[in-house]
């Protein structure tokens, strides 16, 4: 159908609406119904609002950089700064182990991952409260608010990028071979993870917002617990074990190995982590369907 | 068969008085609460509960303009909120056919350092546009809100009457089949105001179905068929626009469209009593409102009990807060001394005279006590009734659909001719 002013045979259902738009669904009915107890993400809404993640995620890159002098640059500014304080300490100081790879190379590929694991985990865990006014007076998915939260810091994470390719000229460590179809595969499953927590810790600040002071203190002590600063094959077998828990440690592990030729983590402590990613992501789901309902009367 | 836009099926709404006082609390409190429930210290907490919404069931038919009115919490904003879907009902069901545009507020989701061309895409996503719908708009929303040379600038530094401009210009332009709005014309000054209404009737006379809240009683009775009035979550009435408003004015101030008093309790003295003050029309029925291009009669029955000095019926008549006129029988009679008997006197007040909007009427029956003028009955707010302008174009308004400001509004003789 084209836009022409000439009335197109409608259907009966249709005939005499305005036709604001020829592919306007407007055959749409909705159902107001009290919330069922039982989650459930509804996929095909969510693709009918695709639009409006794009802008909601557009508006926070714009956002982010208007006003800022050094603007884009900080993306790289901040992991390099992290990355050589941890050179520094670490490296040079307390001699963590860093395996087969230049440990240069091997703090920045674990920076990285987890800057961006850090932003989406905070982004989407105050979305809501932070976009307030949207909740309490527009309806659309709220599951758009924290999913938009994950995307906008792979902008800063892909900007962040040529860090590492950086040093992987300087050291001459390419990429080993078809491990290198991982590196997506290690970032998905940080999403996943961060989403997760994110849709459960975005649903709790709705209605206790300590949960804004407790991200940062969780946050500094997770690159410890996630091999950011050393190599995880280099510790002890059964901390090994412990540490596979944490979905990071295998996101950062298996990106080192798709990026940096790293020896190759154990298979049986990736799939640990992402069965734990995958119980988080489900479980806060879960928990962020089960209350959305009532965030707008709570928030 | 008309089609139905929206069905509403006993719609409740139920909120815990808690939940709204304490909207969120922390962490600590809820876990100490938690612990002393556990320990039999304290009882599970009894929530107060209220209904902000009780079995509201209606149906709208396609195309038709729906006002909400009622006191501040009476229901009109939660039953919005509900077919907005941003809250769910705690009871019943709803359903809506068409594509919904909700607008409870201009300029949602606006951001301070994003430009105003930027905040027109946000804005417009928000509100459910395509981004093609926005970019074919872009042009006339920019006229309408009369910020074009700003458009490149930072929200942030734009004054609040271009924010409410741009905003609402947004929303003037936003287009769905069903269009659920909230008291948004209350924002802007008057001129901006009245082009926002002129707005919201375009949209009217598309065929667009629309719900309308709104504590503008005035604007809700012009641009709407038909009105619900709620009360304490309820649906207390339901029916024609200007049925309703009339209704509810009448009921806020207090006033009816007629008095009756029995005979102890009769206002008087010695000379005078009355009996009845009614508003009416033409043919003589009781007139709670009245169409602006007819004329309302204002009616008095009562009885003089003895000789005495020329009776005179008087009238005062509050327009908008204001006092439009006095007037006072001047008839034959008015010269005449009085006799004992019962008297029916009527001032006929001509259509096309006052203003929209509702009109109070003082009534008095007075004597000349030269130099004054001795009350000997005075009802303040004896009667009312509400002026209503059905907009067929041969009132003095004319086509024009507005605000109209202006305590009388005449419908004068024009003699406009080429020179």
């Not at chain 1, 390719?165 to 179809?181: A, D, H, N, R, S």
């Not at chain 2, 038919?61 to 006002?67: H, I, T, V, Y």
């Not at chain 2, 009921?251 to 009816?256: F, I, V, W, Y």
């Amino acid at each position: 159908m084209s836009t022409s002013k000439i009335e197109a045979p409608s259907p009966p259902t249709t005939a005499g609406r305005p036709s604001a738009e020829p592919d306007a669904r407007s055959d749409r009915t909705f159902v107001i119904k009290p919330a069922s107890r039982a989650p459930h993400l509804d996929i095909s809404e969510l693709w009918h609002y695709r639009e409006l993640l794009q802008t909601l995620v557009w508006r926070d890159v714009v956002v982010r950089y208007k006003q800022t002098f050094l603007g884009v640059a900080w993306a790289i500014l901040v992991p390099v700064f992290t990355a050589t304080v941890y050179i520094i300490v670490f490296g040079k100081f307390a001699n963590f182990p860093a395996g087969e790879v230049p440990y240069p190379s091997l703090v920045i590929a674990g920076v990285l991952p987890m800057q961006y694991f850090a932003s989406s985990l905070t982004g989407s865990s105050l979305s809501l409260a932070a976009n307030l006014q949207l909740v309490t007076k527009v309806y659309f998915p709220r599951a758009l608010l924290p999913l938009a939260a994950v995307i906008v810091p792979m902008i800063d994470f892909i900007v962040g990028l040529p860090v590492l390719i950086f040093l992987m000229w300087l050291y001459g460590t390419w990429p080993g071979g078809p491990e290198l179809l991982l590196a997506p595969f290690a970032m998905a499953l940080a999403l996943i993870t961060a989403l997760g927590a994110g849709f459960l810790l975005s649903a709790l600040n709705v209605r206790y917002r300590d949960v804004r002071y407790m991200i940062p203190v969780f946050l500094q002590v997770l690159p410890l617990l996630s091999g950011v600063m050393y190599a995880v094959e280099e510790i002890p077998v059964k901390w090994q074990w412990i540490l596979a828990f944490n979905p990071m440690t295998a996101v950062i592990a298996n990106w080192r190995w798709a990026m940096l030729d790293a020896s190759a983590p154990d298979l049986g402590q990736t799939a640990v982590g992402v069965a734990v990613a995958l119980v988080v992501f489900f479980g806060g789901l879960a928990v962020f369907r089960s209350s959305e309902p009532r965030f707008a009367d709570t928030i | 068969m008309v089609a139905i836009a929206i069905e509403a099926d006993a719609l409740s709404k139920r909120y815990r008085i808690g939940e709204l006082q304490a909207a969120y609390g922390t962490l600590r409190e809820s876990m100490s609460h938690t612990a002393k429930r556990l320990t039999g210290q304290e009882h599970r907490r009894g929530y107060e509960e209220i209904w902000a919404l009780r079995d509201v069931s209606f149906q709208l038919e396609e195309g038709k303009a729906l006002g909400l009115i009622g006191r501040n919490g009476a229901g009109k904003s939660t039953l919005l909120k509900i077919l907005t879907r941003i809250t769910t009902p705690t009871e019943g069901r709803a359903e809506i056919r068409g594509r919904v545009g909700s607008l409870l507020e201009v300029g949602t989701g606006f951001h301070p350092e994003l430009t105003g061309r930027e905040n027109v895409f946000l804005n417009g996503a928000i509100l459910g546009m395509k981004r093609r719908e926005i970019q074919a708009k872009m042009p006339e929303i920019a006229e309408f809100s009369g910020v074009e040379r700003f458009l490149d600038t930072p929200v942030k530094r734009y004054s609040s009457g271009m924010h409410v401009r741009l905003a609402f210009s947004v929303a003037a332009h936003f287009e769905p089949e069903i269009m659920l709005v909230d008291e948004v014309l209350s924002v802007g000054d008057a001129e901006f105001q009245a082009r926002c209404l002129g707005r919201m009737e375009d949209i009217n006379t598309t065929g667009r179905t629309v719900v309308f809240v709104s504590h503008q009683v005035q604007s809700v009775a012009q641009l709407c068929d038909r009105v619900l009035l709620m009360d304490e979550g309820r649906i207390v009435r339901d029916g024609p626009s200007a049925e309703v408003v009339a209704h509810y004015l009448q009921s806020a101030t207090g006033t009816s469209s007629s008095q009756t008093w029995v005979a102890e309790e009769e206002p008087g003295d010695d000379l005078v009593s009355l009996h009845s003050v009614r508003s009416v029309r033409a043919d003589g029925e009781t007139a709670d409102y009245a169409d602006v291009r007819e004329p309302v009669g204002i009616e008095m029955v009562f009885s003089v009990l003895r000789d005495g000095p020329p009776i005179l019926p008087k009238i005062k008549v509050v327009a908008g807060g204001q006092i439009a006129f006095n007037a006072m029988d001047v008839g034959p009679r008015s010269r005449e001394p009085s006799r004992p008997g019962e008297y029916v006197a009527t001032a006929w007040i001509p259509g096309n005279f006052l203003n929209e909007g509702l009109v109070t009427v003082d009534a008095a029956l007075c004597t000349i006590d030269s130099p004054k003028l001795h009350h000997h009955v005075s009802i303040h707010e004896a009667v009312s009734f509400h002026v209503q302008d059905p907009l067929e174009g041969d009132s003095s308004r004319g086509m024009f659909t507005g605000q109209w400001r202006g305590v009388v509004r005449p419908l004068l003789d024009w003699t406009t001719r080429e020179l």
